[in-house]
């Protein structure tokens, strides 16, 4: 079983601070996803990473994927209320048709 | 734009009863997927279906059968419900080539 180990779990932090979650794997993926989910809600996308040492950006948040392709951080900067939720990473391979999620990192980011 | 849905969306039942839980999706998608999300520990695939006619077992199928009923539609019976089946079901589907997975919004199912 191929696993993806988020940390931290848990993360609650004042408004307009910065933070870094973390997604390590002992395996390659040919891709790796990072979704967020609010409660009452199934998990949304934010951002597919597929080449090593792959940096993409969406607004305030940051991402990376490292260059041996087995783990991502996930960067943001300045965050927000609206930033709460559980962030999720996800990593797949070409020709499995199935991806492994990591157990989640919950933010809680208080006004 | 529907997307992914998924009925119902909340359930109780009683252990030993049975029921299936409805998907579908309307993206024209080929891979659709179950999955369930307990307290702290992410999302578990249970079942999933790599295009119309096949399905496969995931990481913890003891319990639960699926149909593929067609190109949008996957279902997941439970036969006999037990309380350690009492989760969050997810139902997800994703595009050929494409990795994202597009999810509904879940069924809260307990089992007393």
């Known amino acids: 079983t191929q696993l993806l180990e988020q940390s931290p779990q848990f993360l609650s932090i004042q408004e307009g601070e910065n933070l870094t979650v973390y997604c390590n794997s002992s395996s390659v993926f040919s891709s790796l996803q990072w979704y967020r989910q609010e409660p009452g809600e199934g998990p949304v996308l934010l951002v597919t990473v597929v080449t090593g040492g792959e940096v993409k950006k969406l607004k305030r948040l940051t991402f990376q994927f490292g260059d041996a392709r087995k783990d991502s951080s996930l960067h943001i900067t300045a965050a927000q209320p609206g930033d709460t939720g559980l962030y999720l990473c996800a990593g797949g391979h070409t020709n499995a048709g199935k991806s492994t999620f990591g157990d989640g990192t919950t933010l809680t980011v208080k006004p | 734009n529907a997307g992914v849905t998924q009925t119902p969306k909340f359930q109780v039942l009683k252990t030993g009863q049975s029921m299936t839980l409805q998907c579908a999706q309307d993206?024209?998608?080929?891979?659709m997927y179950w999955y369930r999300q307990d307290p702290g520990m992410g999302l578990r695939l249970i079942y999933y279906s790599a295009s119309e006619g096949t399905t496969d077992k995931g990481e913890v199928p003891n319990g639960y059968n699926v149909s593929r009923l067609n190109k949008r539609e996957f279902s997941l019976r439970l036969e006999s419900a037990a309380p350690s089946q009492t989760s969050v079901y997810f139902c997800?589907?994703?595009?050929?080539?494409?990795?994202?997975?597009?999810f509904g919004d879940g069924t809260r199912l307990s089992i007393l």
């Open positions: 993206m024209n998608h080929n891979s």
């Open positions: 997800a589907s994703r595009d050929r080539g494409s990795w994202p997975q597009h």
